[in-house]
């Protein structure tokens, strides 16, 4: 009885030790067996550990991001447990940590938090406080999403992160005048951004968003009591930002919450946007609730002094207020968005200034508020008298024209000095302003129309029968609006801007319109109007386009799908008249009937009329650039005996000097003529010789004779091919392959061209030319390259291919920092690619071919990661139903190679199944299979991988980047084709079509390999007829001369 008490003790005994060395792993370790919300002094969090705060609201981790122009990065930062692609906050933005360390995060010894590469002990984010020996520091996830550092023997917090965001802004921080909201620098890239929120220091309950070198972006209601509502922060906005739940410092308790703030944020993303969002939970998504900037025009001072904008008239949505002019002297960028500057007046200002009125419209805030009687008395007393005055707008008493305005007991009138800028208009809502303007800026002459609303109507355009020049009557003014439309046949359109320095004004058309792209041939612009089209299409404004590219699709829906045509206005004829005071604009000139009955302001003799710059101009004087833009000279010039004279003297000379001209302009067109088709006969001969020279020898080769068809790509000229790649330079050098250089060329219309050159002491010699020329110009299949064109000139020998801007598949897979771009589903799909290419070139197209020379750096890809097999050089076709060949000249690359072909020149479609097995293991083992080390001895991946399928690891031999990816079934299964691939014997290896069966089937059975090929061999041959020796990785190209 004694004894078997004892036994039992010592069984309790033991049972108590492996559960405390348990809890002390758990515990002590690291924070892997279990999330939880707290970590203690010398605990750690690896890249699989997180920190979940107590409701499971928030969490902690380590994440990473990829991008196309970048190499993997990896953050900590904070979470929605729910929704782990919402990040709330990062530790580490100013310093990620490269792809392949060991991070960690944790309370050090000195008692800061941080983040560190365990490997090399390198710090990548730290709390910076005072250093401490104190072992009773803690950090804990709140449910609010706020991290905080504590030490158990103080009463107060240490650290914080709701007093250090990044770009989101959540219910419980504190909004003072230290804290800022960052943007990311990409969606994609937590680093520091562009834009930054923040309180605004000239006014309390106001915020703002600056941009770097740029400055205020947006501000929140700027105007004050002169601003619209729509610029007023929402209640739940302004309740999120105030500090009603201000964090008290106190580790102890939970932090306080408005229930209906939990599930908000705020943030400042990367595009410059300031957006609220809420939780939809039956939707499972974010909404947004309210952003801003909501368009350009919303963009703080976006068209600059004296700029109007008006976001209805995309694509030219500023313009100079009339009277002023764009400050930048380059005005005609203002058609391409380059609104730098703003405007100026055209005039000084004077005591006999006029005053502009304008509807609807927001400004930046007045210089100054008087209480006066009546407008009367704001304009003249006060604003006109005054130099300085620029701008005012009047209010009557117990008058209020927006929403939200509280109504006043005196009568206001607001003043701008000096200058008016961030002038907005919007149709329904606003405040009616009134700018200063030179009158003879805005009514030049008595027939020039009145401005409607920010638009001037320069002479001669018309807009009514009572001002411009009728033959220009096809604008129409909204004076409720203050809208001008062009009236053309086809029905009007929406003007959005006119010049009337270079007479051009922009009319706004749907895209869908079919002359949209094509503006000089829009069929209602025809000889008998004054309007010219131009070739100029606007249709965005610089890059801001892409900074809304997130805002409310039913406000985007009312422009982006607009283009601007620029038009041109002739210049006009004399101005029409009644009587002589008509003409009193028009100095030098009187009222007289012309011949052909109309009546028109003439000038005097020896004055000639200017059309473009509207008046009458000395004989001498008249510039030479000047343009006549009468369309009636004949009849509108008044008769008289000297003119007579002058005809009757220059006609004869002028019909003999003209004789001569076209005698001679005949001649030499003639000789031209002559001349282009000597070069032009001259080149066909070269280009028929250079063709029948290649198709002679196509036509050398009896199996592709039969086919009957000849080359099916165009045939390039050398000076071309020259001229797309700068000269074979090394700036368009893509890179060096077997047979030759590879370069970018350029060719007419932008489109890029891959260039092989193929080199003198090149392997590929002219049997492999021939091959390259015929067959792939014969093949057509999404995963095979495709050929452009070829050029033969004395020793040059030149293929087109189609550009692939992701280069070759062994690029990717065999770099330690690219291949991490390549995950399992990536890597899946371009083995099916090849898989399918592989089935149509042995089976499917009307050639039987074997390709002999498959591998991985002959694999290219497209800019969708999609696979294209190319390098035909050594393919051969075989005959009918057969499926192989022998030969005695064996080429190809060692280490792809199947066993029959290497020893005995023997290839058929089971070569490429070999090949392709190797293709395969580099693929997802991320190794190459000649020069791998592994033990001792030397051992190719295939022996390697098979060493460990035997031993039940093959699991082992994943590429390491794969480990989160990768699905493992598939993985298996891929290995498991490999070897069947690989075997020894070719009737062992399965078909090409078996296998896309295989690989695409869940549920197909897949046989059990045998011993791979050269699996008992040693290393390689130290010597081989090799072209790529020079090289320093290692693979060996074997080309055997015939015996």
């Known amino acids: 009885m004694a004894s078997r008490r004892r036994t039992l003790n010592r069984r309790s005994s033991s049972r108590c030790l492996l559960s405390y060395v348990f809890f002390f792993l758990c515990s002590s370790v690291h924070l892997n067996c279990y999330p939880g919300d707290i970590l203690k002094h010398g605990e750690y969090i690896s890249r699989s550990g997180t920190l979940v705060s107590a409701g499971g609201t928030f969490e902690l981790r380590f994440f990473i991001t990829r991008s196309n122009t970048?190499?993997?990065?990896?953050?900590?930062?904070?979470?929605?447990?729910?929704?782990?692609?919402?990040?709330?906050?990062?530790?580490?933005?100013?310093?990620?940590?490269?792809?392949?360390?060991?991070?960690?995060?944790?309370?050090?010894?000195?008692?800061?938090?941080?983040?560190?590469d365990s490997t090399s002990g390198e710090q990548y984010w730290t709390t910076s406080l005072e250093r401490s020996s104190s072992t009773n520091r803690t950090v804990k996830l709140m449910d609010s999403g706020n991290l905080v550092l504590s030490d158990d023997h103080m009463p107060t917090s240490l650290w914080e992160s709701f007093t250090y965001p990044t770009d989101t802004f959540?219910?419980?921080?504190?909004?003072?005048?230290?804290?800022?909201?960052?943007?990311?620098?990409?969606?994609?890239?937590?680093?520091?951004?562009?834009?930054?929120?923040?309180?605004?220091?000239?006014?309390?309950?106001?915020?703002?968003?600056?941009?770097?070198?740029?400055?205020?972006?947006?501000?929140?209601?700027?105007?004050?009591?002169?601003?619209?509502?729509?610029?007023?922060?929402?209640?739940?906005?302004?309740?999120?930002?105030?500090?009603?739940?201000?964090?008290?410092?106190?580790?102890?308790?939970?932090?306080?919450?408005?229930?209906?703030?939990?599930?908000?944020?705020?943030?400042?993303?990367?595009?410059?946007?300031?957006?609220?969002?809420?939780?939809?939970?039956?939707?499972?998504?974010?909404?947004?609730?309210?952003?801003k900037p909501e368009d350009e025009c919303d963009i703080y001072n976006y068209c600059g002094k004296f700029g109007s904008c008006n976001i209805n008239n995309w694509p030219l949505l500023c313009k100079c207020l009339p009277g002023f002019k764009p400050t930048n002297p380059a005005h005609y960028n203002w058609y391409f968005g380059d609104f730098s500057g703003g405007c100026t007046r055209n005039s000084a200002s004077t005591n006999l200034d006029i005053f502009l009125s304008l509807k609807m419209v927001k400004a930046s805030p007045p210089d100054l508020e008087l209480k006066l009687a009546n407008e009367t008395e704001c304009e003249k007393e006060y604003c006109l008298?005054?130099?300085?005055?620029?701008?005012?707008?009047?209010?009557?008493?117990?008058?209020?024209?927006?929403?939200?305005?509280?109504?006043?007991?005196?009568?206001?009138?607001?003043?701008?000095?000096?200058?008016?800028?961030?002038?907005?208009?919007?149709?329904?809502?606003?405040?009616?302003?009134?700018?200063?303007?030179?009158?003879?800026?805005?009514?030049?002459?008595?027939?020039?129309?009145?401005?409607?609303?920010?638009?001037?109507?320069?002479?001669p355009l018309s807009t009514g029968e009572a001002c411009g020049d009728?033959?220009?009557?096809?604008?129409?003014?909204?004076?409720?609006?203050?809208?001008?439309?062009?009236?053309?046949?086809?029905?009007?359109?929406?003007?959005?801007?006119?010049?009337?320095?270079?007479?051009?004004?922009?009319?706004?058309?749907?895209?869908?319109?079919?002359?949209?792209?094509?503006?000089?041939?829009?069929?209602?612009?025809?000889?008998?109007?004054?309007?010219?089209?131009?070739?100029?299409?606007?249709?965005?404004?610089?890059?801001?386009?892409?900074?809304?590219?997130?805002?409310?699709?039913?406000?985007?829906?009312q422009w982006k799908n607009k283009v601007g045509v620029l038009i041109s206005w002739e210049p006009p004829m004399e101005p029409t008249c009644t009587s002589s005071t008509d003409c009193k604009n028009w100095p030098n000139s009187t009222c007289n009937a012309t011949r052909g009955g109309k009546r028109r302001c003439l000038c005097h003799?020896?004055?000639?009329?200017?059309?473009?710059?509207?008046?009458?101009?000395?004989?001498?004087?008249?510039?030479?650039?000047?343009?006549?833009?009468?369309?009636?000279?004949?009849?509108?010039?008044?008769?008289?005996?000297?003119?007579?004279?002058?005809?009757?003297?220059?006609?004869?000379?002028?019909?003999?000097?003209?004789?001569?001209?076209?005698?001679?302009?005949?001649?030499?067109?003639?000789?031209?003529?002559?001349?282009?088709?000597?070069?032009?006969?001259?080149?066909?001969?070269?280009?028929?010789?250079?063709?029948?020279?290649?198709?002679?020898?196509?036509?050398?080769?009896?199996?592709?004779?039969?086919?009957?068809?000849?080359?099916?790509?165009?045939?390039?000229?050398?000076?071309?091919?020259?001229?797309?790649?700068?000269?074979?330079?090394?700036?368009?050098?893509?890179?060096?392959?077997?047979?030759?250089?590879?370069?970018?060329?350029?060719?007419?219309?932008?489109?890029?061209?891959?260039?092989?050159?193929?080199?003198?002491?090149?392997?590929?010699?002219?049997?492999?030319?021939?091959?390259?020329?015929?067959?792939?110009?014969?093949?057509?299949?999404r995963n095979l390259v495709r050929l452009r064109g070829y050029c033969i000139n004395v020793d040059e020998k030149i293929l087109l291919y189609e550009y692939m801007p992701n280069?070759?598949?062994?690029?990717?897979?065999?770099?330690?920092?690219?291949?991490?771009?390549?995950?399992?589903?990536?890597?899946?799909?371009?083995?099916?690619?090849?898989?399918?290419?592989?089935?149509?070139?042995?089976?499917?197209?009307?050639?039987?071919?074997?390709?002999?020379?498959?591998?991985?750096?002959?694999?290219?890809?497209?800019?969708?990661?999609?696979?294209?097999?190319?390098?035909?050089?050594?393919?051969?076709?075989?005959?009918?139903?057969?499926?192989?060949?022998?030969?005695?000249?064996?080429?190809?690359?060692?280490?792809?190679?199947?066993?029959?072909?290497?020893?005995?020149?023997?290839f058929s479609v089971k070569s490429d199944v070999y090949s392709f097995g190797v293709v395969i293991l580099e693929i997802i083992c991320g190794k190459k299979n000649t020069g791998f080390y592994q033990s001792e001895e030397a051992m190719s991946l295939v022996a390697y991988a098979w060493r460990l399928w035997e031993e039940n690891r093959v699991l082992d031999s994943m590429d390491q980047s794969l480990r989160e990816s990768c699905n493992a079934d598939q993985f298996l299964k891929c290995v498991n084709i490999a070897f069947l691939c690989v075997q020894e014997d070719p009737s062992d290896r399965p078909n090409m079509s078996n296998i896309i069966t295989m690989l695409d089937s869940e549920t197909a059975t897949i046989p059990t390999p045998k011993q791979p090929a050269f699996i008992l061999r040693k290393g390689l041959p130290n010597t081989a007829s090799s072209t790529s020796q020079a090289h320093t990785h290692t693979e060996w190209t074997c080309s055997l001369g015939e015996t």
Request: proline share 5%; hydrophobic share 35%; charged share 25%.
């Open 385 to 459: 008298k005054n130099s300085q005055c620029v701008a005012y707008s009047y209010q009557e008493a117990g008058n209020s024209t927006q929403r939200g305005d509280t109504t006043v007991s005196d009568s206001s009138c607001w003043i701008w000095r000096e200058y008016i800028d961030n002038l907005q208009e919007y149709p329904n809502q606003g405040r009616n302003l009134s700018v200063r303007a030179a009158q003879a800026d805005i009514e030049s002459t008595s027939k020039t129309c009145e401005p409607c609303g920010t638009y001037t109507i320069p002479y």
């Open 170 to 291: 959540l219910s419980g921080m504190k909004m003072d005048e230290n804290l800022t909201l960052t943007s990311w620098q990409a969606d994609d890239d937590p680093q520091i951004g562009l834009y930054t929120f923040k309180l605004d220091q000239q006014g309390e309950g106001h915020y703002v968003v600056i941009k770097k070198t740029f400055g205020f972006y947006w501000k929140s209601q700027m105007s004050g009591t002169f601003s619209s509502s729509d610029e007023i922060i929402p209640y739940d906005i302004a309740d999120l930002c105030s500090n009603k739940s201000e964090f008290q410092k106190s580790p102890k308790k939970q932090l306080p919450t408005n229930r209906n703030l939990d599930f908000t944020r705020l943030v400042m993303n990367s595009s410059g946007q300031l957006q609220y969002l809420t939780w939809n939970e039956s939707k499972r998504i974010w909404s947004l609730k309210w952003s």
């Open 807 to 906: 280069k070759s598949l062994d690029s990717f897979i065999f770099d330690k920092n690219l291949s991490m771009l390549l995950d399992w589903k990536i890597r899946f799909n371009i083995i099916l690619g090849i898989t399918r290419g592989l089935i149509y070139l042995h089976q499917d197209s009307r050639l039987r071919i074997i390709h002999r020379d498959l591998k991985t750096s002959n694999i290219l890809l497209d800019e969708e990661m999609n696979p294209k097999i190319s390098d035909f050089g050594l393919a051969r076709i075989v005959e009918g139903r057969e499926t192989g060949d022998n030969t005695s000249r064996i080429a190809g690359t060692l280490g792809y190679m199947s066993p029959e072909y290497a020893l005995n020149g023997i």
């Open 605 to 781: 003799p020896n004055f000639l009329w200017d059309g473009s710059n509207l008046n009458c101009t000395k004989e001498g004087d008249f510039p030479k650039s000047s343009e006549a833009p009468s369309k009636e000279p004949s009849k509108d010039q008044p008769s008289t005996r000297r003119i007579q004279l002058t005809l009757i003297v220059a006609l004869p000379l002028a019909c003999l000097t003209a004789l001569a001209c076209i005698i001679i302009f005949i001649y030499m067109r003639n000789m031209a003529k002559r001349q282009v088709r000597r070069e032009r006969r001259k080149q066909a001969l070269h280009t028929l010789d250079s063709e029948r020279h290649v198709k002679d020898l196509i036509d050398s080769v009896g199996s592709i004779q039969e086919d009957g068809q000849g080359i099916e790509v165009p045939f390039f000229d050398l000076e071309c091919i020259l001229t797309s790649t700068n000269n074979f330079s090394d700036a368009n050098k893509l890179g060096q392959g077997g047979y030759g250089p590879v370069y970018l060329g350029t060719f007419p219309g932008g489109q890029e061209i891959a260039v092989k050159r193929l080199s003198s002491i090149s392997r590929q010699g002219l049997q492999e030319f021939k091959n390259e020329v015929v067959l792939i110009s014969k093949l057509q299949h």
């Open 470 to 557: 009728p033959m220009y009557f096809f604008f129409d003014c909204n004076t409720s609006s203050g809208q001008v439309s062009f009236k053309a046949p086809n029905g009007p359109h929406r003007v959005v801007g006119i010049d009337p320095s270079t007479r051009n004004f922009v009319i706004q058309v749907n895209q869908e319109y079919p002359y949209a792209r094509n503006s000089r041939i829009i069929p209602w612009l025809n000889d008998s109007l004054p309007f010219i089209s131009t070739s100029t299409l606007i249709t965005e404004v610089g890059n801001s386009t892409d900074q809304f590219k997130d805002r409310v699709e039913a406000s985007r829906s």
């Open 70 to 116: 970048t190499s993997p990065k990896i953050f900590v930062g904070i979470c929605y447990k729910w929704d782990r692609d919402t990040v709330v906050w990062v530790a580490n933005r100013d310093k990620p940590l490269p792809a392949n360390s060991t991070g960690v995060f944790r309370i050090a010894e000195d008692g800061n938090l941080r983040v560190l």
